[in-house]
């Protein structure tokens, strides 16, 4: 069935240091790949998507990379705030429908 | 801002109740959909809603039921609540039909069923 692996589940960073956080999908014709970041409290918000048609976006401090041939995305965060502590949620499209992964707890340390 | 309101943060059922969760959004949005949260699984999608009148059972829709009788509002229906209803739930709304919008999420709500 359709599947979205996420890893690590928890990330630790010092502030200033550089996250990474990968997920790999099942289904091959997935073709939108979104990352949503959930703080404490509230509900998940999109930070930065791609589509299948490209390789690589970045938007500031995050970046996502697509590898279609591995099936797999990887989300970056560069300069690593305290702001960034939150879960992040990696998602790919199946039937008709997101799927989600399981979630990564980023904690930014001062 | 598209808002999207949940009716309560903390609820506390008993098993056996039928429970409702109401979910509005402000923003004119086709789509709506009903999550639930939970450590380790991430988001699993229950049913979603492409039109008014219009449900599609998502990957775990069983135990629950839904109802779109109007745009802007989308219920999850909990017929016979029961402890393995325990969970985080969340409505999301995105603009048009499909998968490849941004879905805008409410703040949640933590069920507990004893």
């Known amino acids: 069935g359709e599947n979205v692996e996420q890893h690590p589940s928890t990330l630790s960073v010092q502030e200033g240091d550089s996250a990474v956080i990968k997920c790999t999908y099942s289904?091959?014709?997935?073709?939108?790949f979104p990352w949503y970041k959930q703080e404490l409290g509230k509900g998940p918000q999109l930070i930065i998507d791609?589509?299948?048609?490209?390789g690589e976006k970045k938007d500031q401090r995050i970046a996502v990379t697509l590898n279609k041939t591995a099936k797999h995305f990887s989300l970056h965060i560069t300069e690593t705030q305290p702001e960034d502590s939150a879960v992040y949620f990696c998602?790919?499209?199946?039937?008709?429908?997101?799927?989600f992964g399981t979630g990564t707890r980023l904690q930014v340390f001062p | 801002d598209v808002k999207v309101t949940q009716s309560s943060r903390y609820l506390v059922k008993r098993t056996g109740e039928k429970v409702f969760l109401e979910c509005v959004q402000d923003?004119?949005?086709?789509?709506m959909f009903w999550y639930r949260q939970d450590p380790g699984l991430g988001l699993r999608l229950i049913y979603f809603?492409?039109?008014?009148?219009?449900?599609e059972k998502g990957d775990i829709p069983e135990g629950y039921s839904v109802s779109r009788e109007k745009k802007e509002r989308f219920s999850l229906i909990l017929e016979s609540a029961s402890t393995n209803q325990t969970s985080m739930y969340l409505c999301?709304?995105?603009?048009?039909?499909?998968?490849?919008?941004?879905?805008?999420f409410g703040p949640g709500t933590r069920l507990t069923v004893l």
């Open positions: 791609i589509r299948s048609n490209v």
């Open positions: 809603s492409y039109d008014v009148k219009m449900k």
């Open positions: 289904d091959s014709a997935s073709n939108y």
């Open positions: 998602a790919a499209t199946g039937t008709d429908k997101l799927i």
């Open positions: 923003m004119d949005h086709e789509n």
């Open positions: 999301a709304s995105s603009l048009v039909a499909g998968p490849y919008n941004e879905q805008f």
